[in-house]
């Protein structure tokens, strides 16, 4: 039972970890908290979606092939995305008060949420059951074919953003700029271009774990990205927000307390862990687990 959640509880966690990068690494740049961010991992549900349901039409059924398609599209057109709403709704008020780009960010989510539920309608959508899920059984503890596809796929763009983070130039300059916008102009970093770099980045990732989401869940709908937006933002600010590690960090953990909440109380209060867990941590431990300075934020 207890290693049957936990195993639960990495798989919730590595689709919360990857939507927490996205909150993070913007924080980090920009001591802003992207509330569209949420959107953009429902759009990136749906660009999954219409890819899925287009490809055994166009291609034949090449699972790795598919796999690759269907998250490139998503990883590309939602960081595409990221990078136009940091650009008109965000770079504008970018020396405002901080509650300009707030109340822009949450006007951003609520124009892009009307905007889905216009174009494809307010019921939820079934997710193409394109793939057959294998369960595998070791000693009566049940793992399907999905949750080792999330987990593993998670795990692999967690380690390329890090290594991108910590071995390339692009990456040093985005924690230049994270630590002083202005000192790093003064070294010739283009702040512009770093902060568009890092939404491209963080948006591709929410677009990722949200066509994990759907995959793992099965269906869709337009406001499908507000309460995993508040568990994912939850994660980032338990492990730290401004903190990649901690994003990563808290994710896992924060799955993992959800299903254990699951298995061992109800179903019906898994989603109150996420809740309790961001007051207890504002209240007790603002500055995460990993210790960023969190006092600026909003």
């Given at each position: ?44 549900a ?6 899925l ?12 092939l ?12 939602t ?48 997710y ?59 070294m ?43 568990k ?19 994710g ?11 298995g ?27 210790g ?5 934020k909003?």
């Amino acid at each position: 039972m207890f290693v049957q959640q936990i195993i639960n509880g990495l798989t919730l966690g590595s689709i919360y970890a990857l939507f927490a990068l996205g909150y993070t690494m913007v924080y980090g740049v920009l001591l802003m908290i992207n509330f569209a961010h949420s959107e953009i991992f429902m759009v990136g549900a749906y660009i999954g979606f219409w890819v899925l349901a287009l490809l055994p039409g166009v291609l034949p059924p090449v699972i790795p092939l598919y796999f690759l398609i269907i998250f490139g599209f998503a990883l590309l057109f939602t960081g595409i995305l990221a990078v136009a709403v940091e650009k008109m709704a965000y770079r504008p008020l970018r020396h405002a008060p901080r509650l300009a780009p707030l109340i822009s960010a949450i006007g951003v989510s609520i124009f892009l949420q009307n905007l889905i539920m216009l174009t494809v309608g307010a019921e939820s959508k079934p997710y193409p059951e394109t793939f057959g899920v294998t369960q595998y059984e070791f000693s009566g503890i049940h793992v399907n074919s999905l949750q080792i596809l999330i987990f593993t796929l998670a795990i692999v763009l967690m380690v390329a953003l890090q290594l991108f983070i910590t071995r390339t130039k692009l990456g040093k300059a985005m924690r230049a700029v994270s630590q002083n916008h202005i000192v790093s102009q003064l070294m010739g970093i283009n702040t512009n271009t770093i902060i568009a770099v890092t939404f491209l980045i963080g948006g591709g990732l929410g677009g990722v774990a949200g066509v994990l989401n759907g995959l793992y869940y099965g269906s869709i709908k337009y406001n499908m990205g507000f309460l995993p937006g508040i568990k994912a933002f939850t994660a980032a600010v338990l492990g730290g927000i401004g903190n990649i590690k901690g994003a990563m960090v808290g994710g896992f953990l924060l799955g993992i307390l959800e299903a254990l909440a699951a298995g061992y109380i109800s179903s019906e209060y898994k989603d109150v862990i996420a809740f309790v867990v961001l007051i207890l941590v504002l209240v007790f431990r603002p500055t995460g687990i990993f210790g960023e300075q969190v006092t600026e934020k909003i």
